[in-house]
């Protein structure tokens, strides 16, 4: 059985107060024991999350680390290391606003999750295709692509200790979400990627949506087979929309 997770992207957001008001808000909301919760705050506020959360299930990890594990010369980069030390214990990788804004290759994404993975932290491995390519019908190969650059990268074995999230580009922060049946589809093509090399870890790993998940529409996409839960930005930012979310998974 894999244990559900719904994962709150806070994205470029937040000043220390508003910070302060939303782990006061998500400290009174009922998280179901069931689901595992996990908060992405800026970096900057990482410490101050950490702190305001202790003593409540929620995990806090970064949005982002260094390709390099370590301290170093490499001016305003943060890295898996420092990341740990200001208690994050998840990061996301490969977000598609850093590949497609950032520029970020699958390479660079490969690394980025090696070095996570090197400091004890759970990666969480961000995949998915622009509306383009949907249209051009190229989402499983441009996917499939993402997810074998890190499994060269990292190998199977990996992915024990990790969790993939499928983000269609075309539906994080437009409102547009993929259907149940569109992201059961290429959650199942992710999982059977990896069962091609380890049958097990495959059916143990968390595979979550993300895309313009709301209160509304998670119950159906956390239903199908091959979610596991989601990855929230927007209605994250709200802690009831966080909280009813966790509740439906
Ligand atoms: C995201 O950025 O990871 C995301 C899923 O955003 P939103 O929920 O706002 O579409």
């Not at 929620?58 to 001016?75: N, R, S, Y």
């Not at 660079?108 to 390519?133: D, I, N, R, Y």
């Not at 437009?174 to 290429?186: D, F, I, N, R, S």
Request: aromatic share 4%.
């Amino acid at each position: 059985m894999r244990r559900p997770l719904v994962a709150g992207n806070w994205k470029m957001n937040g000043t220390r107060a508003s910070v302060a008001e939303l782990i006061e808000a998500l400290r009174l909301q009922d998280f179901p024991a069931g689901v595992e919760v996990a908060v992405f705050p800026s970096s900057l506020h990482l410490t101050q999350v950490v702190s305001g959360l202790q003593g409540r299930a929620i995990a806090v990890g970064a949005q982002d680390c260094a390709a390099e594990a370590g301290f170093g010369a490499l001016t305003g980069e943060e890295s898996a290391s420092q990341l740990v030390d200001a208690g994050a214990s998840w990061v996301l990788v490969g977000h598609s606003e850093r590949r497609l804004i950032m520029g970020e290759s699958d390479e660079v994404v490969s690394k980025k999750f090696v070095a996570a993975l090197a400091c004890g932290m759970t990666p969480a491995l961000c995949l998915g295709e622009t509306l383009e390519q949907r249209q051009a019908g190229q989402t499983l190969e441009v996917v499939g692509r993402q997810l074998a650059s890190v499994l060269a990268g990292a190998g199977v074995a990996a992915f024990e200790k990790a969790v993939v999230a499928y983000e269609p580009v075309w539906a994080i922060g437009t409102g547009l979400t993929a259907t149940p049946q569109q992201a059961q589809e290429v959650h199942a093509a992710i999982r059977e990627q990896l069962a091609r090399e380890d049958r097990r870890i495959a059916d143990g790993v968390r595979i979550l949506y993300g895309g313009s998940v709301k209160a509304e529409n998670a119950a159906e996409l956390f239903e199908m087979q091959d979610i596991d839960g989601g990855l929230i930005g927007g209605a994250s930012l709200k802690a009831n929309d966080f909280g009813a979310i966790c509740r439906a998974a």
